[in-house]
């Protein structure tokens, strides 16, 4: 594949040229990051530890119509993105990367979702490979790292005065060829450089887990005690779901406006009582405890179990965010000692 | 300042008279600025309680987090005290608690814990970087001594001092069974000038800001479930008949979800500001509940948890309230 | 903002007083501006002022709430709690950003049909100015 | 509840050409039938009538409807028709919803499309609220069988004789030591001219004596709590320092009180003078002495002369009692009339009138009292007496004028007192009686002569030799130092100033709502209509009737008017009061507040909020865990909804108006008509 490299001032030209694509990348507002469409291309950010919401958003919005109706009649209208809308996304971190490929696994499982494929089908994903990971990155634990590839179409490296962008599939092509001027030719130089970077980022990675025998163990935890510690202090919130790349759930609701009626289907998160609750009033997972060990069990237990391959990738986000410093290393160190 | 072997040896003391039956406190949390609370029930786990500047979480909260499960036939319920450790501003939580009869009196045991403020994570991380070792932090006086990766630095209080704390009224609990420590003197006070400079753009103005805030708004209820007055058995943003609130989250739903939640907290918001700080987005949550605490003060003379005995704002009235706007 | 704009407002009158003097002013025929369309409630302290939030969510562009006067209410003191309620969210609502004219509250007993007239028409016009509620309107996101 | 699928009846009514005259009806009904639920739509031309509302219970039947809107007039008017139009069709009465399209549309718009649009709108609104009713369960308690009367004017007074005639109890609560009001003042009554106390004075008798009566004279209502069928009051005897029982109403008392002849007579307008142990007036009921407390040197200063007060010392019967205490009574009772009567109006707030200034110039009532055989002069009528009852001269001009404080903006009062002409023709007329030489004008706006031998009675005085001249008079003032008054007016029929001697004015007047209106208003809880008078439920229909079940209305509390007028509206009050009582069983509201123990956190808001305290907080086994809850008194819950605004979760809802059911309005109503 190609290596190419773009000034750093040339980015804005960069994407400009992707005129072809809706581009997607990383925005800053105060000190929160996220991606958003680019309509100006001043407003693109790739000076960024990470962004606060993953870029899962992108294929698997917040919220979003499966489909409309009116009210009185039979007929619906779906809402299935086209084929037409072709994406590039810049600047994902390689682990946020690394979760499509887990999350493609369950969306592409006994009911193709349409919805997700369709998104990820027609979105270039640009990678950014990340020179000084956050403290509680650990995603070299899960077969990640700092310049990992797997699922990227490309990937950027920040060398200085400009970054080096090497592709790695076919589908980069396209994108490549409409971004002109603004991509020079790079070299071995630049590779080396970037696999220096790469090097020293990985052993800037302080936090680990070992995740052998972790699938093992925790269906033997079940009703174990020690979830207790961490669950009578979570606040149930949706952070650490919400925040997380791989988390998939989602609720569908209808929504009507007098006659007009959508069904819609937006995040939701097993930390919430209402996940599991049944119209009977009965809710089989009651307490924050049965909530917290299924999120935990659910990651690093059941999906391994049924997919292969565990549903985290170290990203650090859930560690980050939790108000109330529930830290999925310390949880899953603290499962392998009880 | 309180010394943590008395804390501990208090927390021991009452665990082990079987009076309680869990103690909700602080440890140290597994890195960064802030310590993690804790929820304790039996004496061995004492020696982890902590109280420093990094405990800026508000115990209270997990008072009313506590589910209660059924009781299987032919048990009692559990009905034994919950103890809470609580800063002046927790305490506060607990007192307006009592006024909601979200528990009587008896059923809870305080530790009071002067304080002299708690640092704001955010703060510290634009000052000191990121703390992967959990970092150790004493607010003095004439500043906050704080102990990050390795080195020990001192920093003004207005550096580093969650925005609470330098504007906080009520260092010492305004309740308590057990006062932990001696109290400390007031040092801040509230002139609400953050809410009168947002109260002076025009509405045009203030609209552009809180569509970029609220528009980043996930809807993960952190700000909602950590406070401690939003303890209702369901709350009216998911309940489904009627459906105040959309699931969905976009602009038009997310500020409804805001307001509704200010507006619940109307005469009630004890400004513990946890809901700010366990935004993930970083939305200014206070600036709405400030806005409602300074305009309750001003036009009810009423600040809510800091009287036990006092009636719920917005289930009293005076007959001589202001009419103004009213035709 | 354009002179063709009718506003759309809900107005929540208490049915003792307000939705009487409504009554009686079509009772006097005393003409006045269709914009505003009434929902019925037993006291203006039955209105929980998160209906104001939901009818400007839903398309409203103005939201009135009429009660007794002090001390007549029907039920004591119903518009006692009504007016506190109602003065707190006004400024709330003030903060984010919602023009206050949009809301606005009235006394207006059954015999002031043509105070409800007048009542009306200050509102409409108000709200003509302050033009459509398109801040958090719920129908013009996209969907 | 079965939960099946809605089947809504829309129906709009044209009321003849009061709604169809403005808005497409027929547009309406085919909007209406293409809305979610709405199995038939039709109009009818009146939809109240007959055969309007046998359409309904037809549909009902045939179309299995199990949902009713109406779109006609007011809910206030009809809504009480339809539920029963459906409970005779078999189908729970709570289940109709209505939309106001002709007060609040088709009187109020003129543009037929933008009216239509909103009866649209309306109809769509009250289909969104129709699709959520629920069933409502009308429940029934008990009725205390017996009343509290406040008031013992003639009003109060045959209300209560009515229902004690009836075989019901009755506490007739007056706030003076005697009954009779202003009726007792009166001197002769228009047009008849009968004795007024020669027509009252049985009556007033007999409510002393009646058994099923306890009269409670010089007493106040304290406080009232309850609702329709068991209310409970709390009644304050003052104190009289006279022992009731004790006293023979011999009159010794007063005759040797230090204060005899000194204090100015409430009875006599001011005109006469009493004692400080007094009865109002002779024929007062009871005929027991009271002590004004507020005149009585005993009470006001400690001691009374030296030797100690006279009336206890002269009293055989030994009823004086300087010790006595207020007594509060607590009684129970099923309904309610508020008989408290008016005031006149105060004069000297037209200080052109001069009245404050000149002895001779009166008020109509001084003037019964002048009149009256029984009065101060003995009839005699002698003007400027002193307070021994010496001097004073007889009126040979004497000046009437009318409508004073009556039809009146600049002093509030905008309305008629509709009696004050006719007294003010008989007054002219007893004088021209009594001093045929005496030269008499009346100054009047307009006569109003409607009632039954008013004109004609009218008809009479002018006969009389009594001129009549059509002016407000602007000013009257003294001329120089004897008594001779000018009136100075502009006689409106010719256009002329002009300028009239008189030595007697008498001022017609008006009466106004009573100065302790709002004591009573708080009390009652009752409304005022703009003029001040207590509101009526409805100025046609329910005239008696207050907004409050239970609480009914008699004589000038609820407006002017004159003795037969007053004495029929008490009949009707009385008989009003006599149906929850005679039926023993009055129906509750069932619009009333339900708690979902479920979402209920027991804060206790709704407690605090509850006007009615209808609301407690209850223990609650919540699955093996005590809590408390709300819970709600069902016959104290009046369904205000306050509770529901209150409560953050929504725990608590009033029926018919739950937020599940205003919400889907308000999305209705949010939506623009493209």
């Known amino acids: 594949m190609g290596d190419y490299k773009i000034l750093k001032e040339k980015v804005p030209d960069f994407i400009k040229a992707l005129d072809k694509f809706e581009v997607f990348a990383p925005v800053k507002k105060g000190d929160t990051v996220r991606f958003e469409k680019i309509d100006d291309p001043s407003r693109a950010t790739l000076d960024f530890s990470n962004t606060n919401v993953p870029p899962k958003e992108l294929m698997f919005p917040e919220t979003e119509t499966l489909f409309r109706y009116r009210v009185v009649s039979t007929e619906i209208e779906p809402k299935v993105p086209s084929d037409e809308e072709k994406r590039v996304v810049l600047g994902i971190r390689p682990c946020d990367a690394m979760a499509f490929s887990i999350v493609d696994r369950l969306f592409g499982w006994d009911f193709p979702d349409p919805y997700y494929q369709k998104r990820r089908e027609n979105s270039i994903l640009v990678g950014l490979a990340c020179a000084e990971p956050c403290s509680n990155c650990f995603c070299t634990s899960l077969g990640g790292g700092p310049a990992n590839e797997e699922p990227l179409d490309a990937i950027l490296y920040d060398l200085g005065e400009f970054y080096y962008l090497k592709t790695i599939t076919d589908k980069s092509e396209a994108f490549v060829s409409s971004a002109g001027d603004a991509l020079e030719s790079a070299g071995d130089s630049e590779r080396a450089q970037a696999t220096e970077l790469a090097g020293s980022a990985e052993k800037k990675i302080k936090r680990t887990i070992k995740t052998e025998g972790i699938p093992e163990k925790l269906p033997s935890l079940y009703d174990h005690e020690f979830w207790t510690q961490y669950s009578n202090r979570c606040l149930g919130c949706g952070i650490c779901t919400f925040l997380c790349p791989t988390c998939h759930c989602f609720d569908i609701q209808d929504e009507i406006e007098a006659f007009d009626g959508r069904r819609a289907r937006m995040w939701d998160t097993c930390m919430f009582a209402e996940y599991t609750l049944h119209a009977s009033g009965h809710n089989p997972r009651p307490t924050r405890k049965e909530r917290t060990r299924n999120r935990i069990s659910h990651k690093y237990s059941y999906f391994p179990t049924k997919f292969g391959v565990i549903a985290c990738v170290g990203c650090g986000r859930c560690i980050n965010f939790c108000p109330v410093n529930i830290d999925i290393i310390d949880v899953l160190q603290k499962s392998k000692e009880v | ?327 | 903002m354009s002179n063709d704009f009718e506003p759309n407002i809900i107005g929540f009158l208490c049915n003792w007083c307000s939705y009487a003097g409504a009554d009686l002013a079509g009772t006097s025929r005393t003409h006045y501006l269709p914009n505003v369309k009434i929902i019925r409630v037993m006291c203006s302290g039955r209105v929980n002022p998160l209906f104001i939030v939901n009818a400007l969510q839903q398309g409203a562009d103005g939201v009135l709430i009429s009660g007794c006067h002090p001390g007549d209410c029907h039920y004591l003191e119903g518009n006692y709690f009504a007016r506190r309620r109602f003065v707190l969210m006004h400024k709330l609502l003030e903060h984010v950003g919602v023009d206050p004219r949009r809301v606005q509250m009235s006394w207006v007993s059954a015999s002031e049909g043509a105070k409800f007239k007048d009542v009306v028409e200050k509102i409409v016009s108000d709200v003509k100015e302050a033009g459509p509620m398109d801040q958090f309107r719920r129908r013009q996101l996209n969907w | 509840m079965i939960n099946y699928r809605p089947r809504i009846g829309v129906y709009i009514c044209h009321c003849g050409i009061n709604i169809a005259a403005v808005i497409d009806v027929k547009a309406v009904v085919e909007h209406a039938s293409k809305l979610p639920g709405v199995v038939v739509a039709r109009d009818y031309s009146y939809m109240c009538s007959d055969p309007g509302q046998g359409m309904v219970r037809e549909d009902i039947e045939k179309e299995k409807l199990n949902r009713v809107v109406v779109a006609s007039c007011s809910p206030r008017m009809h809504e009480p028709t339809f539920r029963n139009t459906l409970k005779d069709a078999g189908l729970n009465p709570y289940y109709l919803e209505m939309a106001n399209i002709r007060e609040q549309c088709s009187w109020v718009h003129e543009d037929p499309a933008i009216a239509t649009e909103k009866a649209k709108k309306l109809v769509e609104a009250a289909v969104a609220k129709a699709l959520l009713l629920e069933a409502l369960e009308e429940k029934e308690v008990d009725v205390t069988p017996a009343c509290l009367i406040i008031g013992a004017g003639i009003a109060g007074i045959q209300a209560a004789l009515d229902i004690a005639d009836a075989g019901f109890k009755v506490y007739l609560v007056e706030k003076n030591p005697s009954v009779g009001g202003h009726m007792a003042q009166l001197d002769k009554t228009f047009p008849t001219l009968d004795c007024s106390a020669c027509i009252l004075t049985p009556k007033m008798v007999d409510v002393a004596n009646h058994p099923n009566i306890e009269l409670m004279t010089y007493s106040q209502v304290e406080s009232i709590e309850g609702y329709v069928g068991n209310f409970k009051a709390t009644i304050r005897k003052k104190a009289r320092y006279v022992d009731f029982d004790k006293c023979t109403g011999c009159g010794i008392c007063a005759e040797n009180c230090r204060l005899a002849g000194r204090i100015p007579s409430e009875f006599d307008e001011g005109i006469g003078y009493r004692s400080a142990i007094y009865i109002p007036f002779p024929q007062a009921v009871p005929a027991k002495y009271t002590i004004d407390p507020e005149r009585c040197l005993q009470l006001t200063k400690g001691k009374c002369g030296k030797e100690g007060p006279a009336c206890a010392a002269v009293c055989d019967a030994k009823a004086i009692n300087f010790e006595q205490q207020d007594e509060l009574v607590e009684i129970e009772i099923g309904t309610i009339i508020v008989a408290t009567g008016y005031d006149i109006f105060d004069p000297t707030r037209k200080p052109e009138y001069g009245y404050a200034e000149n002895p001779n110039v009166m008020t109509g009532l001084e003037f019964e009292r002048l009149v009256s055989a029984s009065g101060p002069t003995g009839g005699k009528i002698i003007v400027g007496r002193d307070r021994k009852g010496e001097g004073g001269f007889e009126p040979k001009k004497i000046g009437f004028i009318h409508c004073v404080g009556s039809r009146d903006k600049s002093v509030g009062n905008e309305y008629c007192s509709r009696v004050c002409c006719m007294y003010l023709a008989k007054q002219a007329h007893l004088i021209k009686d009594k001093l045929p030489d005496a030269e008499i004008t009346v100054f009047y706006m307009d006569v109003r002569a409607f009632g039954k031998g008013f004109e004609e009675f009218y008809d009479r005085v002018r006969r009389e030799g009594i001129r009549y001249i059509r002016g407000n008079p602007s000013e009257i003032y003294r001329k120089g130092d004897d008594h001779t008054l000018i009136i100075k007016v502009e006689d409106t029929l010719t256009g002329t100033p002009m300028e009239y001697e008189a030595d007697l004015v008498v001022l017609g007047v008006g009466l106004e709502p009573r100065k302790d209106v709002r004591e009573i208003i708080n009390l009652f809880k009752l409304s005022q209509s703009t003029d001040g008078f207590f509101l009526e439920a409805h100025p046609k229909l329910r005239p008696v009737d207050t907004a409050s079940d239970g609480i009914f209305l008699a004589g000038c509390c609820q407006g002017p008017k004159d003795i037969p007028d007053t004495v029929a509206q008490a009949k009707g009050a009385a008989s009003s009061a006599l149906i929850p009582m005679a039926s023993g069983k009055v129906k509750v509201e069932a619009q009333i507040s339900v708690v979902n123990k479920d979402e209920c956190r027991g804060c206790g808001f709704c407690v605090e909020v509850c006007p009615y305290s209808a609301i407690e907080l209850v223990e609650e086994n919540r699955q093996g865990n005590i809590i408390k809850v709300a819970s709600v008194n069902e016959a104290l819950c009046k369904g205000c909804g306050s509770c529901a605004a209150a409560c953050l979760s929504g725990a608590i809802q009033p029926k018919s108006f739950k937020d599940e059911q205003i919400l889907p309005q308000i999305a209705v109503l949010g939506v623009k008509t493209e």
């Open chain 2, 1 to 327: 300042m309180v010394d943590e072997n008395v804390l501990r040896d208090k927390a021991k003391e009452i665990l082990s008279s079987g009076e309680v039956r869990r103690l909700i406190g602080w440890k140290r949390g597994t890195y960064g600025y802030e310590a993690a609370p804790c929820v304790i029930t039996d004496a061995s786990q004492a020696d982890d309680l902590i109280f420093d500047a990094t405990c800026v979480q508000n115990p209270a909260s997990f008072i009313t987090l506590e589910e209660k499960l059924p009781v299987p036939r032919g048990q009692q319920p559990d009905t034994r005290k919950i103890a809470v450790m609580v800063k002046g501003c927790d305490s506060r939580a607990v007192v307006q608690h009592l006024v909601e009869k979200a528990y009587i009196r008896d059923d809870v045991v305080i530790l009071g814990i002067p304080c002299r403020g708690v640092i704001d994570r955010r703060k510290a991380e634009k000052i000191f970087g990121e703390a992967p070792q959990p970092v150790l932090a004493v607010a003095e006086k004439d500043g906050v001594v704080i102990r990050v990766n390795g080195e020990e630095k001192k920093v003004s209080r207005e550096e580093i001092l969650a925005d609470k704390c330098l504007r906080c009224r009520y260092p010492n609990p305004v309740i308590s069974d057990y006062p932990l420590g001696d109290e400390v003197e007031k040092w801040a006070d509230d002139d609400f000038s953050d809410v009168s400079e947002f109260e002076k753009e025009s509405p045009e103005e203030k609209w552009a800001f809180w569509e970029e805030e609220f528009s980043k708004c996930i809807r993960c209820y952190a700000c909602r479930n950590v406070c401690p007055m939003c303890y209702c058995v369901e709350c009216i943003v998911t309940k489904l008949k009627p459906q105040w609130t959309r699931r969905s989250t976009d602009l038009s739903e997310n500020t409804v979800y805001h307001i509704q939640r200010a507006w619940h907290l109307a005469g009630r918001c004890i400004e513990c500001m946890e809901c700010q700080r366990v935004c993930p987005m970083d939305i200014p949550i206070m600036t709405l509940n400030r806005k409602l605490t300074k305009d309750v003060k001003e036009l009810f003379d009423y600040e809510p948890g800091v009287d036990a005995e006092a009636q719920p704002l917005l289930a009293s009235y005076n007959p001589q309230d202001p009419e103004e706007y009213i035709m």
